[in-house]
């Protein structure tokens, strides 16, 4: 059984994850999981609060929910960021979803 990986924890149905940012890319990418943390390009400049920004529209779409649910944890004036995702819809990078409860895979539709 292989174990959870470090830079991602499920908070019921939130997602928080760890990131390490480069901002002034020349694309928004995921890049690669890279110890406690999974290595993200933003193009935004870290300028006024405009990499976070573009972070969390990035992450936000990727992850298919609104801005307003992609939370800043901490690290605002640095690289390495927590965010929490609000029940997010999907995973363009490999992480294992939730395990459900027995209870709620058993109910069924007539």
């Known amino acids: 059984m292989m174990s959870e990986p470090q830079w991602y924890r499920w908070c ?21 999981e890279q110890g406690g943390s999974y290595r993200v390009r933003i ?4 300028v006024d609060g405009k990499a976070n920004d573009g972070l969390r529209r990035f992450v936000a779409d990727a992850f298919g929910v609104p801005q307003s649910r992609v939370e800043l944890l901490s690290g605002e004036q640095s690289r390495l960021k927590r965010l929490l995702i609000r029940s997010p819809r999907r995973f363009p990078v490999p992480i294992e979803p939730p ?12």
């Open 12 to 32: 019921g149905e939130d997602l928080e994850v760890t990131l390490r940012v480069q901002p002034r890319a020349s694309q928004n990418c995921f890049v690669e």
């Open 43 to 46: 193009q935004a400049a870290p």
């Open 99 to 110: 395990v459900e409860p027995p209870a709620a895979r058993s109910i069924t539709r007539r």
